[in-house]
């Protein structure tokens, strides 16, 4: 029999999966990690797909009748299809929506294998059952989350970016979470009721839709790493009610990382997943009281050229990216910037707060497409110490992860927040759309520190114009 | 005569799991704050597994539903499969050293890396 040459070559797939992920651990060797994890899906797939003659449990044989097989190929290959399709097409700066989409699909499918292997035997025991009936649950749920997630950070209609609340919101929630693990309960109590399966599934359907409704479009970070780690631990329990041990491991792993993303991305937002989850954040409401906004308090306004000056005189320059950096699709002018500065000896560095972008590390690929070099790009530990001694901070549509209030003003509601300490630099100079506040609703005190510049403006415009400054300076 | 098992498959089951999340939370904590966008979506294409799943449910004939709701996972899975491991890959080859800038040194081109 075969079984031990499956059971062996899952092993060998789980292995390349567990090396490839650890190859990932430096942008040289991350290319072949990522080649290592695709053999392994080759070699877990392949195994299946001409090896796998029945069950592992024995529970029944498998039909590999032609017509089944056809049937495989052709989904495999309208997959492969649309999956390459959306893979090429991507720009990156919607990298957030398409992996969302694909946590989505991946959801929806451990679903629908717990569902169909239900509609195919009646699962033997309580646990094969519960655990079941727990993936098509998480899977449901990851799917219409997705979904909606991919609607907010696309910035559509039917899913809006700003929180969506509604009255006795929490407790709907709550209450349909509960229906969800009764069905669960019932249908682990009575695996023939096949009944209380399909209700899960409904109820984890609309539970996905309604959970991710009430969080705000700069949350996304945290949800879509949630999500990642919800569609690995989907996979884990229908692997589990199918006793597959792929399925677990890998699904398991995958649950993992996205806990690790979403453990961090809370740290990086001074926020416990709780509160990003249920808070409503961002709704501009907060009612914090205001940093004074006094008529004493002033702002430096200048012009590209004073701040090309600036620039092209500094020995050592760290740039400060932020999400309006990409919304102007500025990176490619603001890596021209780091040239021309280069060029001229200045020290350039980037410095990249987790949730500068719309995804854990987003900033980071979009700096990368327009080739600015990988070990110029420091995270928020690696960066903070260079600050003081660097001559100007260059801060391009960021905002709250800059404000110092963070650190010592208890009553901002970004207090406690892990900042980029770019008012620690000699000078700053703040590129940014107007005077207002970021996305926790909160004034920036940097904007008024005397040796703050604001230049106004669209950041790729500007970006432009410090480009052709410094180059006239040249 | 009962076999000398220590687990359950259930139990087994478990055990593999968490020992799995245990070598997954080492591994993963190790992957740097520049790489961690390719790393959700090359997990998540990792996650794709589950095609595993919907190919045997796909294969297996005891009922309609079963095998159809199998052939939609099998396209599903096999979106988020290739999809996932084809944009790690576009992403990935994006992270570049120093692509000889004005004043760097004289290192030719793209050589290996």
């Given amino acids: 029999m075969n079984f031990d040459l499956v059971a062996a070559l899952y092993l060998l797939a789980a292995a390349l999966f567990v090396f490839g992920l650890k190859r990932l651990a430096s942008p040289r060797t991350a290319p072949r990690g990522n080649q290592l994890g695709a053999l392994g899906m080759l070699v877990a797939v392949g195994a299946t797909l001409f090896l796998v003659d029945y069950r592992f449990d024995g529970r029944f044989w498998v039909a590999w009748s032609p017509g089944n097989l056809v049937g495989i190929g052709l989904a495999i290959a309208l997959g492969a299809g649309v999956g390459a399709v959306l893979a090429r097409r991507v720009q990156m700066t919607a990298m957030p929506q398409l992996v969302a989409v694909f946590n989505g699909f991946g959801g929806l499918a451990s679903a629908l294998v717990a569902l169909g292997d239900v509609a195919h035997v009646t699962p033997q025991g309580a646990t094969l059952a519960g655990v079941g009936a727990g993936g098509v649950i998480v899977g449901g749920l990851t799917f219409t989350g997705s979904v909606i997630a991919y609607g907010k950070l696309q910035g559509t209609a039917w899913a809006p970016s700003r929180p969506v609340t509604f009255p006795f919101q929490k407790a709907a929630n709550a209450g349909l979470l509960a229906l969800a693990v009764l069905c669960v309960v019932l249908y682990a109590g009575d695996p023939t009721a096949g009944g209380w399966l399909v209700l899960a599934l409904a109820v984890s359907l609309a539970l996905g839709v309604l959970a991710v409704l009430p969080i705000g479009g700069a949350d996304m970070p945290v949800v879509i790493a949630l999500l990642n780690s919800y569609s690995g631990v989907a996979a884990s329990a229908a692997g589990f009610a199918i006793q597959n041990e792929i399925l677990v491991v890998a699904g398991a792993l995958v649950g993992a990382s996205g806990l690790i993303l979403t453990a961090i991305m809370c740290k990086a937002m001074n926020r416990s997943l709780a509160n990003v989850l249920f808070s409503a954040f961002g709704t501009g409401d907060t009612g914090a009281p205001q940093a004074a906004t006094g008529p004493g308090r002033s702002v430096r306004n200048y012009t590209a050229e004073d701040a090309a000056i600036l620039l092209t005189n500094a020995r050592s320059v760290i740039v400060v990216p932020g999400y309006g950096l990409a919304v102007a699709q500025a990176q490619h002018s603001l890596r021209e910037l780091g040239d021309i500065l280069q060029a001229r000896g200045v020290t350039v560095r980037y410095a990249i707060h987790p949730v500068a972008g719309r995804m854990p590390g987003h900033m980071n690929v979009l700096l990368a497409e327009a080739n600015v070099p990988y070990d110029q790009l420091l995270d928020l530990d690696q960066a903070n110490p260079h600050f003081e001694s660097a001559d100007v901070a260059l801060i391009v549509g960021a905002n709250d992860v800059v404000n110092p209030a963070a650190r010592h003003d208890t009553t901002s509601p970004i207090y406690g927040m892990p900042i980029l300490d770019a008012d620690k630099a000699r000078n700053v100079i703040m590129l940014k759309r107007s005077l207002g506040s970021g996305f926790a609703g909160v004034e920036n005190e940097l904007f008024f520190l005397d040796r703050t510049m604001m230049l106004f403006g669209d950041a790729r415009q500007t970006v432009q114009k410090l480009v052709a400054e410094a180059k006239a300076l040249a | ?113």
């Fill in chain 2, 1 to 113: 005569m009962m076999p000398l098992a220590l687990l359950t498959p259930e139990m087994a089951g478990l055990a593999l799991f968490v020992l799995a999340a245990f070598i997954g939370f080492e591994v993963i904590t190790k992957v740097p704050a520049t790489l961690h966008t390719p790393l959700m979506s090359g997990a998540n294409a990792i996650s794709g597994i589950i095609l595993v799943g919907a190919v045997l449910v796909a294969a297996a004939q005891e009922s309609t539903l079963g095998t159809l709701l199998g052939l939609l996972g099998v396209f599903l899975a096999t979106i988020n499969v290739v999809g996932g491991f084809l944009v790690t890959d576009r992403m990935l080859r994006m992270f570049k050293k120093k692509p000889s800038p004005p004043g760097g040194d004289a290192g030719g081109g793209g050589g290996g890396a």
